[in-house]
């Protein structure tokens, strides 16, 4: 396992279009969790799963952003109706227990979307 | 509200010129408080996590230190290779896996 694997890695769409991204994470991690980021700005938290149960949600997340994570494997994030401000960087990570002080969580690379 | 904020936003040093980084936060409780670095293009990288005041880690160059207020990361005789993004984030006390990042320092360092 050689970490958390997102894809794909860039997508470009239309606005108004659904995209969905996929996070596969560290195979022995419970713990899943998306992120935000925009240019210049640190991530920002949307939601996490705890095997496959959805435990927090933020409130950027609207009704258009939908997380499944079936089975407690991999998850995925869909936008639907996207719109210009959804561009940004979308990343996954994560963890054994909330955070393990020796690692932290684990993020992904990314999935960067721009949306046209 | 629970709030990051970290400065310098930039950070120019010369090979060899140590400096350090700050990050202030305010939080209803601390279940710990957390250093990333970021490369371009690529997810943070864990460097360390803090739980207590007075607590101090070390990796390589780099040290982190946590105060009640404030965590600041020091920067030894850096090198190239450590140009990226610093991150610094916070967990709050309530039963959450939620971490809050701040906005970054992005540090340059020439040779």
């Known amino acids: 396992d050689t970490g958390v694997s997102q894809d794909p890695r860039h997508k470009i769409t239309k606005r108004g279009q659904n995209v969905t991204f996929r996070c596969d994470p560290i195979s022995e991690h419970n713990r899943l969790y998306w992120y935000r980021q925009t240019l210049g700005q640190g991530p920002e938290f949307l939601t996490y799963?705890?095997?496959?149960?959805?435990?927090?949600k933020s409130r950027l997340l609207s009704d258009r952003f939908s997380a499944e994570r079936p089975k407690g494997s991999f998850s995925t994030l869909e936008i639907q109706r996207t719109e210009q401000g959804d561009s940004a960087m979308y990343l996954c990570a994560s963890s054994q227990g909330f955070l393990d002080s020796n690692y932290g969580y684990t993020f992904g690379s990314g999935t960067r979307l721009t949306v046209v | 509200e629970d709030q990051v904020t970290q400065s310098p936003e930039a950070l120019r040093l010369q090979e060899g010129e140590s400096s350090s980084l700050n990050c202030s936060y305010t939080?209803?409780?601390?279940?710990?408080l957390f250093w990333y670095r970021q490369d371009p293009g690529k997810g943070p990288e864990f460097l360390f996590t803090l739980y207590s005041a007075g607590e101090e880690k070390e990796k390589e160059r780099l040290k982190a230190t946590l105060t009640k207020k404030e965590s600041f990361l020091h920067i030894t005789a850096p090198k190239p290779e450590d140009s990226a993004t610093y991150l610094c984030?916070?967990?709050?006390?309530?039963?959450?896996?939620?971490?809050?990042f701040g906005q970054g320092t992005t540090l340059q360092v020439k040779p």
């Open positions: 799963f705890q095997n496959e149960a959805q435990l927090e």
């Open positions: 939080v209803s409780g601390l279940r710990g």
């Open positions: 984030a916070v967990r709050p006390s309530s039963n959450t896996g939620k971490l809050i």
